[in-house]
């Protein structure tokens, strides 16, 4: 609805009192559309950093956290969830705890305790938004896409485990 008001299809007539629509053209873009492309049309609306976001974003899943998609995207957790608030806001992403929040003040710097840290997370509303956004990334690029995130979160793991390895052995001795 939100999507047909902002195509201007549907709108509100404030001499009738009461809403209005052409009913041929809504019939017209609901046939011509399926509900990828459709959603895909409103996330190319969105500014190009969310877009960006989301798209990295949905090649991580259904669901996601902050930490995972900052080092996909090569920026910190707060940078990345200022990208995501407009998704947020416009309900394309939910957040799934209560986390996010402290990322709405991006004035505060956000320090957790040391050795432990907890990620914000979200979900896409619909699986068909997390493929109307996956379906922005041109099919030449999406095993680049993947086989880069897959290059970033292996270094990021493998040198946080080879910390806890030094960690350990200082332990030991």
């Not at 840290?117 to 068909?128: C, G, N, P, Q, V």
Request: aromatic share 10%; with cysteine; proline share 2%.
């Amino acid at each position: 609805m939100k999507a047909l008001y902002e195509d201007r299809l549907i709108y509100f007539n404030p001499e009738e009192g009461f809403w209005q629509c052409d009913l041929a053209q809504v019939k017209q873009a609901a046939v011509s559309e399926d509900v990828v492309e459709f959603v895909s049309k409103r996330l190319q609306k969105l500014n190009s950093v969310t877009q960006d976001c989301l798209k990295l974003a949905a090649c991580i899943g259904n669901e996601f956290d902050l930490e995972t998609l900052a080092i996909v995207r090569q920026t910190s957790e707060v940078e990345s969830a200022t990208d995501l608030w407009v998704a947020l806001k416009e309900g394309l992403i939910l957040p799934t705890t209560e986390v996010y929040k402290f990322y709405a003040d991006t004035t505060t710097e956000i320090n957790p305790v040391q050795g432990s840290h907890i990620s914000a997370s979200y979900k896409f509303l619909h699986d068909r938004i997390q493929q109307a956004a996956y379906s922005l990334i041109p099919e030449d690029q999406k095993k680049e896409t993947h086989f880069k995130i897959g290059q970033l979160l292996l270094n990021k793991y493998t040198r946080r485990l080879n910390k806890k390895k030094g960690y350990l052995k200082l332990l030991i001795s």
